[in-house]
Nanobody
Framework: QVQLVESGGGLVQPGGSLRLSCVASGSIFSGNVMEWYRQAPGKQRELVAT???????NYADSVKGRFTISRDNAKNTVYLQMNSLKSEDTAVYYCKVGWVRGRNRYDYWGQGTQVTVSS
């Protein structure tokens, strides 16, 4: 079984920064993709950033230039550095790890960490 544990959320003022971490444990395929999603109250969960096992990254337009996703494969850890935070970044942030093997797709989610941007 795979477990993901996020940390690093909290309350920050507009313009501030936070760094989220997500540690994955268990039987994890090396060719995985790690992602950060977020869900604001009353809204659907949305993809924030993606990083492949080789380090290729993609970002939602709303966070480009402000957020940076990175990973440490040796530690099975993914990070999300969030700078210039705005009130609209307030949400529960979730990490996900996934891969495809043969005809099967595997996706595992963390429990989420709250990020609140407010003065």
């Amino acid at each position: 079984q795979v477990q993901l544990v996020e940390s690093g959320g909290g309350l920050v003022q507009p313009g501030g920064s936070l760094r989220l971490s997500c540690v994955a444990s268990g039987s994890i395929f090396s060719g995985n993709v790690m992602e950060w999603y977020r869900q604001a109250p009353g809204k659907q969960r949305e993809l924030v950033a993606t990083i492949s096992s080789g380090g290729t990254t993609n970002y939602a337009d709303s966070v480009k230039g402000r957020f940076t996703i990175s990973r440490d494969n040796a530690k099975n850890t993914v990070y999300l550095q969030m700078n210039s935070l705005k009130s609209e970044d307030t949400a529960v942030y979730y990490c996900k790890v996934g891969w495809v093997r043969g005809r099967n797709r595997y996706d595992y989610w963390g429990q989420g960490t709250q990020v609140t941007v407010s003065s």
